[in-house]
């Protein structure tokens, strides 16, 4: 008798890179003979991929583990649980301790040992492993995915980097992802090549503090992420690279001018700045300006006119006054934004802002956040208007809702919506820009799908 497949759900929060992380626990788990579903109530794994960045963020696993709970004692199962991810580093054997469900704990950089971990759960053990093993992770990576086959993906994200040393006072990305680590180009280049040869069309390269990378090249010298990005450039098939998250300090000329130079690098960065207030950045340790990101800008953007730029604020920060905040306020018209993450400020329990004085009231946070949600939206929805009439390129991704339309992801990340398309996912077409939605673009096709684009086949020959 054949034995029954083995079902793994994983859940995620927060980044993209427990996105990534999400699959390659499934890729380690697939050698084991495992398939991934989409629903706990049949996995014999449940794992919650976990983020620590917010506030309560514990408080949130552990009522998902109490509804896993219920569930699974309804249903007179009992799966093996495991936490992952930044709360499992964070909060280690406490989790044991809390949540008797709970069978195994495994932080970030540790599980690629999953199926072993497993095993001991089975067996009766309650396993935690949470080590910084970086480096142990990363030869795991460059091992070839062994799970059963998907449907191809058109982009993928590509971790090439983990960990901060920048120690914002409001972070804790050191403390759960630990020092910043960057992974071999020829480990990367082996991953990207994978995903070109599956169908991938675009990469996101992925890390705490992405533009830090510093791989070991075939020379054996460390590579700049610019010239990472330049070697992934010359791979067939790889039509866009995009890279998140950077930090305005580890922004070199070089990539600046990988933005002028590299036509598959597309027009849409994401810098954080976090405050508009030079005495706040300096209390967040963000080590620059507010000058010195606005001038940053403006030599990217002189390399690369059409850049849109998004970005990242705290609002609320121990001490912010209403001058700081009117700062910040002001750098969202410096920086001319097309899209931008915003947040109340939270506490996070062993960071050094946690217990400063000078704490915002909620109702103040409250107030400030909405008027800077509603600046950016304006300028958000400005940015979306200006590109109606515009030519541009989008990568088809997906059939659309209606018959005959595609979606599709323009090069600034927007969603677009073809219609009378006849293009496949993962072709190329140049479309005419007919409307913006609140989330969204129209268009209609300027010339017909094509697989390549001359310009990028001429820069690579």
Not at 250 to 278: C, E, T, W
Not at 383 to 407: C, D, K, N
Request: glycine share 8%; with cysteine; net charge neutral.
């Amino acid at each position: 008798m054949t034995a029954r497949t083995q079902k793994l759900f994983v859940k995620s929060y927060g980044c993209q890179m427990n996105v990534y992380d999400a699959d390659r626990m499934a890729d380690a788990l697939g050698a084991e003979g495992f398939s991934t579903t989409q629903s706990a109530d049949d996995a014999d794994v449940i794992v919650l991929n976990t983020c620590h960045i917010r506030e309560k963020a514990a408080e949130k696993v552990y009522s998902e583990l109490g509804r896993i709970r219920k569930a699974a004692q309804e249903a007179g199962r009992r799966p093996i649980v495991a936490v992952a991810g930044c709360v499992a580093q964070a909060e280690g054997a406490e989790i044991l301790k809390r949540s008797p469900i709970v069978d195994l704990v495994v932080g970030p950089q540790s599980y690629q040992n999953l199926p072993e971990l497993i095993a001991k759960a089975r067996a009766g053990e309650r396993p935690v492993d949470t080590e910084f093993a970086v480096e142990k992770k990363f030869e795991a990576l460059a091992r070839p995915a062994m799970r059963p086959a998907r449907a191809p993906a058109v982009s993928a994200f590509l971790t090439v980097q983990e960990g901060c040393d920048k120690f914002c006072t409001f972070c804790v990305v050191p403390y759960t992802r630990g020092a910043e680590v960057s992974r071999s180009v020829a480990q990367v280049l082996g991953e990207a090549e994978r995903l070109a040869g599956s169908g991938v069309r675009e990469i996101t390269l992925l890390g705490q503090n992405v533009d830090a990378y510093h791989g070991e090249g075939p020379d054996g010298r460390p590579w700049t992420l610019a010239r990472l990005l330049e070697r992934l450039s010359e791979i067939d098939g790889i039509a866009r690279l995009r890279y998140t998250t950077s930090h305005p300090r580890d922004f070199g000329d070089d990539l600046i001018a990988a933005h002028r130079d590299l036509p598959k690098l597309m027009p849409y960065l994401h810098l954080p700045v976090q405050s508009g207030s030079n005495r706040i950045l300096k209390a967040m340790n963000r080590r620059h300006t507010g000058a010195e990101y606005v001038e940053l800008i403006g030599r990217i953007r002189e390399a690369r006119p059409d850049l849109a730029l998004s970005g990242d604020f705290i609002v609320g920060f121990p001490g912010e006054t209403d001058a700081d905040f009117e700062d910040t306020m002001a750098i969202v018209e410096a920086a001319d934004y097309a899209a931008s993450f915003t947040f109340k400020y939270s506490p996070r329990p062993g960071t050094p802002a946690a217990g400063r004085a000078g704490q915002v009231p909620d109702e103040v946070m409250s107030e400030r956040l909405a008027r800077l949600q509603a600046r950016i939206s304006e300028r958000q929805a400005a940015f979306q208007r200006s590109l109606v009439g515009r030519r541009l390129e989008v990568l088809v991704e997906r059939a659309g809702r209606h018959p005959g339309q595609m979606g599709g992801r323009s090069p600034y990340l927007i969603p677009v919506q073809i219609e009378s398309c006849d293009a496949a996912p993962g072709d190329l077409v140049e479309v005419d820009v007919t409307g913006a939605g609140a989330n969204s673009l129209f268009a209609a096709p300027a010339g017909g799908a094509r697989g390549a684009i001359p310009q990028l086949a001429e820069a690579t020959a």
